[in-house]
């Protein structure tokens, strides 16, 4: 299975790049971790994993239910 991150805010980052928030991901821990580092509060400022394959949102950053 194959990862990307997807997001409604512009993500960056002070270490990654930004075409780092654009590649699709082997690992969904790796997705995440990537992610996280996109926004200054995942908290409050959304970022999702989804499969690539399906669409399915795998992870969140905000306790709003899966889609």
Known sequence: MTY???SDVE???DWLPV???NVEYDS???AVATAI???D???VDEVRVVEVSSGVVVWRSTDEEFE
Do not use: K, M, N, T
């Open 19 to 21: 075409a780092a928030f």
């Open 41 to 43: 509060d995942p908290s």
């Open 4 to 6: 990307r991150i997807d």
């Open 28 to 30: 969904r821990s790796v």
């Open 11 to 13: 993500l960056s980052s």
């Open 37 to 39: 580092e996109g926004v």
